[in-house]
């Protein structure tokens, strides 16, 4: 008798044996969806307005230098700092020169930058200086800021608007000359000086992980003042901005905190803004570094010799007689992410377009 006439009925009658069901395969595990989302201080400036568009339409070779860092480093959702805070611009700069990366997705938000106040701000005697601006800069927009996404734009929340005495946690600079404490700028000053040099996003972005609030900000350099300290109290509040914003957003919000926020949390002048931020409870620090980075310290010497924080971890190329490499470019992920890889794209033996290298980190969600 053949297998085909062993009913289920005969089976006991006439002896048959049941052949067991094939087996069945459980389907591939779907593959966990990982964003690489980055931040590049690129150094577009340039001076006066008008002249990165046409640097960038001449087929500038820094700006093509540019390009192609930003082309290998291949990021999903990239922040640019230092480019001019004008639409045409970006768009030309992708245009041009990242044509594939699919960055359909561009926000260029208002920059304080070169802004004039018409307060002597600096006290150098004059009222229409760089430094005299609600951020420092020569013409309003530059060293500006870019966000280029491959994904949606939900919406954005900025504010740069926000006189810096407005917060109540402000620490305003105090003139050493007289008794009043936080006077270095006088009251109709205050009201207009905003804390942002440039400019603080929440930018909601819509990902395949989900959505993703890009926090986006390039404060002051802590440097370039005196004894009052204008520039580090304004580069520490501005990260501190950062720490009040987060603890407001939802308990289960994603978020990455992005950009040239001019802070090392060892070596720089900032250091307890910085390390407040990367301590936090709903922020993750992947510790992102490089061997590169390493290596150029270990090359140049000098305050490098020094430093008590990681070389591998640095992201800024200086002054090595003065400054040295330091940690100052940051692309910090919340809890509610998953850190997949993360690193420094400072190649060994580099001849860096930038003073700063590319910052990335890989995410899936939780």
């Given amino acids: ?102 960055y359909a997705h561009r926000f260029v938000p208002a920059s304080n930058t070169g802004v004039p106040t018409g307060f002597d701000l600096d006290r150098d005697g004059v009222t229409d200086g760089p430094g005299d601006a609600k951020g420092y800069g020569r013409y309003e927009g530059q060293y500006g800021m870019a966000l280029l996404s491959r994904f949606p734009i939900v919406r954005s929340t900025c504010f740069g608007d926000r006189p810096w005495a407005s917060f109540s946690w ?21 009201a207009v000086l905003p804390l942002s040099s440039k400019n603080h996003c929440d930018v909601l972005l819509e990902t395949p992980a989900g959505p993703l609030h890009a926090l986006i900000s390039h404060p002051t350099p802590p440097a370039f003042d005196g004894p009052e300290d ?77 430093h008590a924080g990681d070389p591998r971890l640095d992201t800024a190329d200086w002054d090595d007689a003065v400054v040295g490499n330091l940690r100052v470019d940051y692309a910090l992920p919340s809890t509610t992410l998953d850190v997949k890889a993360a690193g420094v794209m400072w190649p060994l033996n580099d001849d860096a377009p930038s003073d700063h290298h590319p910052v990335w980190v890989d995410l899936t969600p939780r």
């Fill in 230 to 306: 204008r520039n580090g109290l304004r580069n520490a509040d501005e990260i501190e901005f950062w720490i009040h914003h987060i603890d407001a957003l939802e308990a289960d919000a994603a978020f990455v905190v992005l950009g040239d926020l001019n802070a090392d949390p060892h070596d720089g002048d900032t250091a307890a803004a910085i390390a407040a931020l990367l301590e936090h409870p709903r922020v993750v620090d992947p510790t992102p570094g490089s061997d590169g980075a390493a290596a150029a310290a270990r090359a140049q010497g000098n305050r490098n010799e020094v």
């Fill in 1 to 102: 008798m053949t297998k085909q006439a062993c009913g289920a009925g005969l089976l006991a009658a006439l002896g048959c044996r049941a052949e067991p069901p094939a087996p069945v395969e459980p389907p591939a595990p779907t593959p966990p969806v990982v964003i690489r989302v980055a931040t590049y201080n690129a150094a577009l400036h340039r001076e006066p307005a008008g002249a990165l568009l046409e640097a960038i339409e001449s087929g500038d070779p820094h700006v093509d230098a540019v390009a192609a860092v930003v082309r290998t480093l291949d990021a999903d959702v990239l922040l640019l700092n230092e480019i001019d805070a004008d639409p045409a611009v970006v768009d030309a700069f992708v245009t041009r020169g990242l044509p594939e990366q699919g």
């Fill in 170 to 190: 402000a620490t305003l600079p105090d003139d050493p000359q007289t008794p009043a404490p936080g006077d270095w700028y006088d009251v109709s000053a205050r």
